[in-house]
Nanobody, 125 residues
Framework: QVQLVESGGGLVQAGGSLRLSCTGP????????MGWFRQAPGKERTFVAA????????YYTHSVEGRFTISRDNAKNTVYLQMNSLKPEDTAVYYC??????????????????WGQGTQVTVSS
């Protein structure tokens, strides 16, 4: 069982920034794509960003392009989500996930095998 641990969530005003971190086990972390998803109250979990195993390829949902940046440091077994220019509609629980297949930047939840516990991000207006 792969355990992923997120951190970095919190309360921020609109226009502010947060950086989320997600750490996984060293044995498998660098072999797979990683992704971030979010789930707002009463809504389904949706894709935010993904990064391939090496960090050389990334993909974002349209609503966060230009504001969020996903990156990874395989030496530290950590993936990051830098979130700038935050908006109230970014408020959600954010989850990191580790993919199980060979797709470079998966966007569907079923393409991910392991999930973190989530971290709350709240953006006030």
């Amino acid at each position: 069982q792969v355990q992923l641990v997120e951190s970095g969530g919190g309360l921020v005003q609109a226009g502010g920034s947060l950086r989320l971190s997600c750490t996984g086990p060293g044995r498998t972390f660098s072999s797979y794509a990683m992704g971030w998803f979010r789930q707002a109250p009463g809504k389904e979990r949706t894709f935010v960003a993904a990064i391939n195993w090496s960090g050389g390829s990334t993909y974002y949902t349209h609503s966060v392009e230009g504001r969020f940046t996903i990156s990874r440091d395989n030496a530290k077994n950590t993936v990051y989500l830098q979130m700038n220019s935050l908006k109230p509609e970014d408020t959600a629980v954010y989850y990191c996930a580790q993919a199980g297949g060979t797709i470079a930047t998966p966007v569907m939840a079923y393409e991910y095998d392991y999930w973190g516990q989530g971290t709350q991000v709240t953006v006030s207006s």
